[in-house]
Every structure is written in structure tokens, then in C-alpha cells.
């Protein structure tokens, strides 16, 4: 029974490219949230979305960050023009159902602009 | 107000010995609050969480207390082993959103 998967697992771009994370929930999963963490920190919400719905994007930037979970395939966080500070560790969590509150992480994608 | 607040920043424990570590917060709508291990390079893995009905859960050597009416609640670890030497994050959520308020973490160091 695979775990949550992300990936690719370390990603560097350059500034003013554009970054793809990719996340895979557990099987029987539908409900996907994103989470940042920068270096020392905790983590800290960006979205949650349902298959085909962004339930909540309260914690994502206003620009260059989307995020999509298509009804096929994985789920996309996608950031455009990078800058330096958008150097983090991105985790994605997936639960079975709303209202349950488990959360399973993957092993997060560690992005670092140059 | 929706933060979540943890300290220790560090924790040092001699194995064997106990491992405390607190948080609060100030949103009386959380009513979901998890404890995350987090082993470097790793993604967080659920350790245990309680909600705010009960005052202390159990599980092995893992502890919560929960104080409603400070809104604080700890971790214990009993009988601290090195590999519990790894990162502890509190969180909280309000079963609304689903979405978790985490603390800033805290590492911790078991020597034999």
C-alpha cells in the first residue's frame, strides 16, 4: 500500500524559470493540501483541493503560485518566475475524506533557486 | 490568532529520561490537535492527537495533556531512546477546514 509520493524528490531552477511539483495521494484518497517549509521553520498551509475543486487557497501567494488536481493524475503545485526565497521543502498531505483530519505526508520536494 | 505556539525551540534528554514539549494557542475553534514526527529529510508522520473532550491520551511511550482552559497541551515522551532524536511539530485544526495551524518545531536530542 504505497504512501503518498512526490516527486521529483530535489528540484533546482534558476530564477525567473518555472517550478513543477507533482503529488501523488494514497490510494483511495481524494482530498489533497499542500504545505511550505522553509529552512528551521514549521510548516504552513497553501491549498486544499478536491478532485477537479481548490477547496481553500488562503495561504497560497497571490501570484506566480497555482495548484490544480486534475480529475486523471497527479496533483500539480506549479510556481512561476521563481525568485531565491521561493527555496523550501513543498509537502504535500492526503486524506480520505473531508472531515477526517489524519493527514499523511509525503516525503516533501526540496526546491532551491539559484 | 491563528498561531500556534512551541517551545522548546531544542530539547536535550539523557535516554531514559522524559521529554516535555508544550504548545498553545489562542483559537478556541480548534478542536483537532495532532503531533507530527519529523525525521530530517523526511516528510511529518502522524505520532498521536487528541481532541479537546478528553485531558490526556495515551500511546506507548507517547503522551498528550490537554489543558482547555489555558489552551495549552504537551507532548511527553517516556523512556526517551535515541531514536527519538527528530523534529516534533504541534499542530491544530478546526474540523471545518480540515487545513493544519503548525507550531515552529521542536528538534530534539536523546544521548545514551
Known amino acids: 500500500n504505497a504512501g503518498v509520493m512526490q516527486n521529483p524528490r530535489h528540484l533546482v531552477r534558476r530564477r525567473g524559470q518555472e517550478a513543477r511539483l507533482r503529488c501523488s495521494p494514497m490510494?483511495?484518497?481524494?482530498?489533497v493540501y499542500w504545505y511550505r517549509q522553509l529552512p528551521e521553520e514549521g510548516l504552513k498551509f497553501m491549498v486544499y483541493l478536491q478532485k477537479e475543486n481548490i477547496i481553500d487557497e488562503s495561504g497560497m501567494p497571490k501570484e506566480r503560485f497555482s495548484a490544480e488536481f486534475p480529475k486523471e493524475g497527479p496533483s500539480i503545485l506549479r510556481i512561476q518566475q521563481v525568485v531565491r526565497g521561493d527555496s523550501a521543502a513543498y509537502f504535500c498531505a492526503s486524506s480520505p475524506w473531508e472531515g477526517l483530519e489524519t493527514q499523511y505526508f509525503g516525503p516533501g520536494t526540496r526546491l532551491l533557486v539559484l | 490568532q491563528q498561531q500556534v505556539k512551541q517551545s522548546p525551540q531544542s530539547l536535550i534528554v539523557q535516554k531514559g529520561g522524559i521529554s516535555i514539549i508544550n504548545c498553545a494557542y489562542e483559537?478556541?475553534?480548534?478542536?483537532?490537535f495532532p503531533w507530527y514526527q519529523q525525521f530530517p529529510g523526511k516528510g511529518p508522520a502522524l505520532l498521536i492527537a487528541i481532541r479537546p473532550d478528553v485531558s490526556e491520551k495515551k500511546e506507548g511511550r507517547f503522551t498528550i495533556s490537554f489543558n482547555k482552559s489555558a489552551k495549552q497541551f504537551s507532548l511527553h515522551i517516556m523512556d526517551s531512546q535515541p531514536g527519538d532524536s527528530a523534529t516534533y511539530f504541534c499542530?491544530?485544526?478546526?474540523?471545518?477546514?480540515?487545513?493544519?495551524?503548525f507550531g515552529t518545531g521542536t528538534r530534539l536530542q536523546v544521548f545514551p
Open positions: 483559537n478556541t475553534a480548534f478542536d483537532y
Open positions: 490510494k483511495g484518497h481524494s482530498h
Open positions: 499542530a491544530a485544526s478546526m474540523d471545518n477546514t480540515d487545513k493544519l495551524i
